[in-house]
T-cell receptor, first 112, second 115 residues
Framework: EDQVTQSPEALRLQEGESSSLNCSYTVSGLRGLFWYRQDPGKGPEFLFTLYSAGEEKEKERLKATLTKKESFLHITAPKPEDSATYLCAVQARNFGNEKLTFGTGTRLTIIP | DSGVTQTPKHLITATGQRVTLRCSPRSGDLSVYWYQQSLDQGLQFLIQYYNGEERAKGNILERFSAQQFPDLHSELNLSSLELGDSALYFC??????????????FGPGTRLTVL
């Protein structure tokens, strides 16, 4: 069974203080690893898709990386508007089922 | 705005009742997914439809059912509601099914409260 574990559960940073969020996964053949951002009471907002180990993607202050067992979401010089829950999900190489298996998320708070 | 719409935004009902949640996918997307998000379990996959046909099922209760119509909108029906069904229900859509990885875009959700 596919599993995703995210750590830490919660993280408080000062504005400008860089850090990383971790996503460890087990999947029967990885088709893709996804990062989403979710604000309270809202739907998940797509950030990145990573397909293979060694791949990196960047968007503004965020950078996602992938290894064979985990992914990291690096946040550089964060601002208060980066406060949200960040969700990691995997999609298995399983034709006929494109479901996403999600972790429980990291709740990030950036203090001005 | 992801382009996925869901109605209603909020729903408050009583135990034993039946409700219908509605989802319209992004223009051109053929796949629709339903997920449930509760405080203690995170986002859980319920069911997937592709071009009107059921494609995959997750841990969806027998009291729950869904369908996708010819215009590609989807409805999730929840019956004999219990207190534990209170949660956020999200619909997502994607362009393709199978073969390649494509992105699922999520709607704003329906918050269901069962009293």
């Amino acid at each position: 069974e596919d599993q995703v574990t995210q750590s830490p559960e919660a993280l408080r940073l000062q504005e400008g203080e860089s850090s990383s969020l971790n996503c460890s996964y087990t999947v029967s053949g990885l088709r893709g690893l996804f990062w989403y951002r979710q604000d309270p009471g809202k739907g998940p907002e797509f950030l990145f898709t990573l397909y293979s180990a060694g791949e990196e993607k960047e968007k503004e202050r965020l950078k996602a990386t992938l290894t064979k067992k985990e992914s990291f979401l690096h946040i550089t010089a964060p601002k208060p508007e980066d406060s949200a829950t960040y969700l990691c999900a995997v999609q298995a190489r399983n034709f006929g089922n494109e479901k996403l298996t999600f972790g429980t998320g990291t709740r990030l708070t950036i203090i001005p | 705005d992801s382009g996925v719409t869901q109605t209603p935004k909020h729903l408050i009902t009583a135990t034993g009742q039946r409700v219908t949640l509605r989802c319209s996918p992004r223009s051109g997307d053929l796949s629709v997914y339903w997920y449930q998000q509760s405080l203690d379990q995170g986002l859980q996959f319920l069911i997937q439809y592709y071009n009107g046909e059921e494609r995959a099922k997750g841990n969806i209760l027998e009291r729950f059912s869904a369908q996708q119509f010819p215009d590609l909108h989807s409805e999730l029906n929840l019956s004999s509601l219990e207190l534990g069904d209170s949660a956020l229900y999200f619909c997502a859509s994607s362009a393709l099914a199978g073969g390649t990885t494509d992105t699922q875009y999520f709607g704003p959700g329906t918050r269901l409260t069962v009293l």
